[in-house]
């Protein structure tokens, strides 16, 4: 089992900045690729970005290219996800989770967090 818990969410203005960790428990942490998902109000829970169990593949959602980027650190048993230039449209419940691969597919991830809210207002 591998718990995880998501905090940094908030509330801020558009174009601010905000950065997102999760930090895992329980079985090693590097043995697993990361992925950020999120829900929007209303609509259906979608990738954000995916990173390599060693950090060093990245795969992002188009509409977050050039503006979010994720990391982790292996040794803290932590992955980020760091958020620039935020809109509305961004506004969601940020989910991390832990799988074998990092795909963008929600299937391909055993152990998910409870999320934390993200709004940003106009």
């Known amino acids: 089992q591998v718990q995880l818990v998501e905090s940094g969410g908030g509330l801020l203005q558009a174009g601010g900045s905000l950065r997102l960790s999760c930090a895992a428990s329980?079985?090693?942490?590097?043995?697993?690729?990361m992925g950020w998902f999120r829900q929007p109000p209303g609509k259906e829970r979608e990738f954000v970005a995916a990173v390599s169990r060693g950090g060093g593949g990245k795969l992002y959602a188009d509409s977050v290219k050039g503006r979010f980027t994720i990391s982790r650190d292996n040794a803290k048993n932590t992955v980020y996800l760091q958020m620039n230039s935020l809109k509305p449209e961004d506004t969601a419940v940020y989910y991390c989770a832990a799988g074998r691969n990092y795909v963008t597919t929600m299937p391909s991830y055993d152990y998910w967090g409870q999320g934390t809210q993200v709004t940003v207002s106009s």
């Open positions: 329980g079985r090693t942490f590097s043995n697993y690729a």
